[in-house]
Antibody
């Protein structure tokens, strides 16, 4: 069974770049069956999709974060990563990585359910 | 404000049935895109509860059921148990937005 694990600094200074890595075990990220996703949750709030990456490197970003966001993957390490630039206190959140099934829905191939999640990592933006 | 609208809270007594709604539009749920539901207990990662509108992953009790009609979807929980107290989120896709993944705002279920 696939497992995902987030790693990275728990504290980032304002204006710096938040960098997280998700290590996937029990399955390869080089598969056409899934998107690899980042989701965050501000303290006490709901889930916010950050972005997806497909194994060939195609990325899909939340428009509200797109100008600061880079998602990449390292197939040799079976990892994918998130970089969010110019962070502020508003970026303080729990960050989750997850695996999203690619499905045929309403005649289009779209992200389906997020069927595997990492445990999440709290990132605090503070000086 | 989320494109997928859920009630902020619902409640029910043990043994009762509750329903959580997820209201969308013609570009997401109404366009036929699949709806998925997640359960998030305090301090834990979300867990997939229902996928493809009405399907339960292995291990999810049949007390949980999903449905969809028109531009809305619903999650029903019957035979409420104390451990069902959690936050619940719906998720779908929208063809008119650049966002690849949409979540509802979440519903807090309280078991009285």
């Amino acid at each position: 069974q696939v497992q995902l694990q987030e790693s990275g600094p728990g504290l980032v200074k304002p204006s710096q770049t938040l960098s997280l890595t998700c290590t996937v075990s029990g399955g390869s990220i080089s598969t056409n069956s899934y998107y690899w996703s980042w989701i965050r949750q501000h303290p006490g709030k709901g889930l916010e999709w950050i972005g997806n990456i497909y194994y060939v490197g195609t990325t899909y970003y939340n428009p509200s974060l797109k100008s600061r966001l880079t998602i990449s993957l390292d197939t040799s390490k079976n990892q994918f990563s998130l970089k969010l630039a110019s962070v502020t206190a508003a970026d303080t959140a729990i960050y989750y990585c997850a695996r999203s099934q690619r499905i045929l829905s309403s005649l289009s191939v779209v992200p389906g359910s997020l069927n595997s999640w990492g445990q999440g990592t709290l990132v605090t933006v503070s000086s | 404000q989320s494109v997928l609208t859920q009630p902020p809270s619902v409640s029910g007594a043990p043994g009762e049935k509750v329903t959580i709604s997820c209201a969308g539009s013609s570009s997401n749920i109404g366009a036929g895109y699949d709806v998925h539901w997640y359960q998030q207990a305090p301090g834990t990662a979300p867990k997939l509860l229902i996928y493809g509108d009405m399907n339960r992953p292995s291990g999810v009790p049949d007390r949980f059921s999903g449905s969809k009609s028109g531009t809305s979807a619903s999650l029903a929980i019957s035979g409420l148990q104390a451990e069902d107290e959690a936050d619940y989120y719906c998720q779908s896709y929208d063809s008119s937005l650049s966002a690849h993944v949409l979540f509802g705002g979440g519903t807090k279920l309280t078991v009285l």
